[in-house]
């Protein structure tokens, strides 16, 4: 068993970060501008804004597109991977900075993803930050201010970060709570950029290209999600994402009728009170009759 993990450790390289195609991303605002100026000037980030609002893949894109830009500088060898953590309410420094294995002749150290991002200059990217631990989250702050290192505990090291080092964190300020919000102690080591669904103008653009459906149906469906989304607080806690949008067209695009891909991706997929779905699917029959 050690053996196996072993191998399954020896194949995180960090070539695997890389974004390699472009991804597809349509600016709302001046994301793109304040996210380049923060890295050049190395001040983390945080992306705050309700889910399948496109927060991971503005990250994915700028992370593409600084690479992009070191490429026509003819500086290839700077290359930034993207490193990205889901973060979850079991989620431990262990995971975040690495640990020690066994193996049969002895221990040996493995690098966790915040380590390896740290070392080779990546953008580190914790998503839904406000699920780990409050004691895992307090161990990024002294790589959000102006020490930029990383304490290793265990191994009795402290690593200053690389040049090329971003921290980026994401969270969903519609589910905060008392239990779960972020710290201000943590808040304010960040700049934020809000994140909001698309208008309906660039929503449809979006769900065509994302879904391969044609652009009248992409077009009704960004609708459909204005629309929805002013239930907001009529029973609904949250919007349709552009997500669930997307989904709805590539079933739409396989060849399921509109209003049953709309009630199975959207209706079903948001609320499981009857009222709620009811009102959500009148909306979509008078868009799909």
Same mark, same amino acid.
Not at 20 to 49: M, N, S, T, W
Not at 88 to 115: K, N, Q
Not at 224 to 240: A, C, D, M, S
């Given at each position: 068993?050690?053996?196996?993990?072993?191998?399954?450790?020896? *194949?995180?390289?960090?070539?695997?970060?890389?974004?390699?195609?472009?991804? =597809?991303?349509?600016?709302?605002?001046?994301?793109?501008?304040?996210?380049?100026?923060?890295?050049?000037?190395?001040?983390?980030?945080?992306?705050?804004?309700?889910?399948?609002?496109?927060?991971?893949?503005?990250?994915?894109?700028?992370?593409?597109?600084?690479?992009?830009?070191?490429?026509?500088?003819?500086?290839?060898?700077?290359?930034?991977?993207?490193?990205?953590?889901?973060?979850?309410?079991?989620?431990?420094?262990?995971?975040?900075?690495?640990?020690?294995?066994?193996?049969?002749?002895?221990?040996?150290?493995?690098?966790?993803?915040?380590?390896?991002?740290?070392?080779?200059?990546?953008?580190?990217?914790?998503?839904?930050?406000?699920?780990?631990?409050?004691?895992?989250?307090?161990?990024?702050?002294?790589?959000?201010?102006?020490?930029?290192?990383?304490?290793?505990?265990?191994?009795?090291?402290?690593?200053?970060?690389?040049?090329?080092?971003?921290?980026?964190?994401?969270?969903?300020?519609?589910?905060?709570?008392?239990?779960?919000?972020?710290?201000?102690?943590?808040? *304010?080591? =960040?700049?934020?950029?809000?994140?909001? =669904?698309?208008?309906?103008?660039?929503?449809?653009?979006?769900?065509?290209?994302?879904?391969?459906?044609?652009?009248?149906?992409?077009?009704?469906?960004?609708?459909?999600?204005?629309?929805?989304?002013?239930?907001?607080?009529?029973?609904?806690?949250?919007?349709?994402?552009?997500?669930?949008?997307?989904?709805?067209?590539?079933?739409?695009?396989?060849?399921?009728?509109?209003?049953?891909?709309?009630?199975?991706?959207?209706?079903?997929?948001?609320?499981?009170?009857?009222?709620?779905?009811?009102?959500?699917?009148?909306?979509?029959?008078?868009?799909?009759?």
């Amino acid at each position: 068993m050690a053996n196996q993990t072993t191998q399954l450790y020896q *194949q995180h390289n960090i070539e695997e970060y890389f974004i390699e195609k472009e991804p =597809f991303y349509l600016e709302v605002a001046d994301e793109i501008d304040i996210f380049e100026a923060a890295y050049h000037q190395r001040v983390p980030v945080l992306l705050k804004g309700p889910t399948g609002s496109g927060k991971t893949r503005f990250v994915e894109y700028m992370s593409w597109r600084l690479n992009q830009a070191r490429k026509r500088d003819g500086r290839a060898d700077q290359m930034s991977p993207l490193v990205t953590v889901a973060c979850h309410e079991d989620l431990t420094a262990s995971d975040l900075v690495g640990r020690y294995l066994l193996e049969p002749e002895g221990t040996r150290w493995i690098d966790g993803p915040l380590t390896r991002a740290v070392k080779h200059g990546g953008i580190c990217y914790l998503d839904e930050v406000v699920e780990a631990r409050k004691d895992t989250t307090v161990l990024i702050h002294p790589l959000s201010d102006h020490r930029r290192l990383l304490h290793i505990e265990k191994i009795g090291e402290v690593l200053e970060s690389h040049p090329n080092f971003l921290l980026v964190i994401s969270y969903n300020p519609g589910y905060q709570s008392a239990l779960k919000d972020l710290k201000h102690s943590t808040r *304010q080591r =960040f700049i934020a950029i809000e994140f909001d =669904f698309p208008p309906r103008d660039l929503e449809g653009p979006i769900i065509q290209h994302e879904s391969g459906v044609d652009i009248t149906k992409a077009q009704q469906l960004a609708l459909l999600g204005e629309k929805v989304r002013n239930l907001i607080g009529q029973g609904l806690q949250e919007g349709v994402s552009t997500r669930l949008l997307i989904y709805a067209g590539k079933l739409i695009e396989h060849g399921i009728a509109p209003r049953r891909a709309c009630e199975v991706a959207i209706v079903w997929g948001l609320t499981d009170d009857h009222e709620t779905q009811a009102s959500v699917m009148e909306i979509v029959t008078s868009i799909f009759p």
